[in-house]
């Protein structure tokens, strides 16, 4: 934000989660990488869901963000 005032990006993650996407998946401006921005609230009435595959990271303690578990996230 500058001068409170949001960035176009910030808009644009603001009606994605109001028209109810789950996520978002967009290149980074840092670099070559993506980035994923996920909605927790918007897979309540959702089939879609997110998984880690393979190795947890040290302290997460949830793999799967679906229909049942996305109130653990929000």
Same mark, same amino acid.
């Given at each position: 934000? *500058?001068?409170?005032?949001?960035? =176009?990006?910030?808009? $644009? &993650? !603001?009606?994605?989660?109001?028209? &109810?996407?789950?996520? /978002? *998946?967009?290149?980074?401006?840092? &670099?070559?990488?993506?980035? $994923?921005? /996920?909605?927790?609230? =918007? %897979?309540? =009435?959702?089939?879609?869901? @997110?998984?880690?595959?393979? !190795?947890?990271? @040290?302290? @997460?303690? *949830?793999?799967? $963000?679906? !229909?049942?578990?996305?109130?653990? %996230?929000?």
């Amino acid at each position: 934000m *500058h001068y409170d005032v949001p960035s =176009n990006s910030q808009y $644009l &993650g !603001q009606v994605a989660w109001a028209v &109810g996407l789950e996520a /978002v *998946h967009f290149p980074s401006s840092k &670099g070559d990488g993506h980035c $994923l921005a /996920v909605y927790p609230e =918007n %897979f309540k =009435n959702s089939n879609s869901f @997110v998984e880690i595959e393979g !190795q947890c990271p @040290v302290g @997460v303690t *949830h793999r799967r $963000l679906d !229909q049942g578990t996305f109130s653990e %996230f929000t």
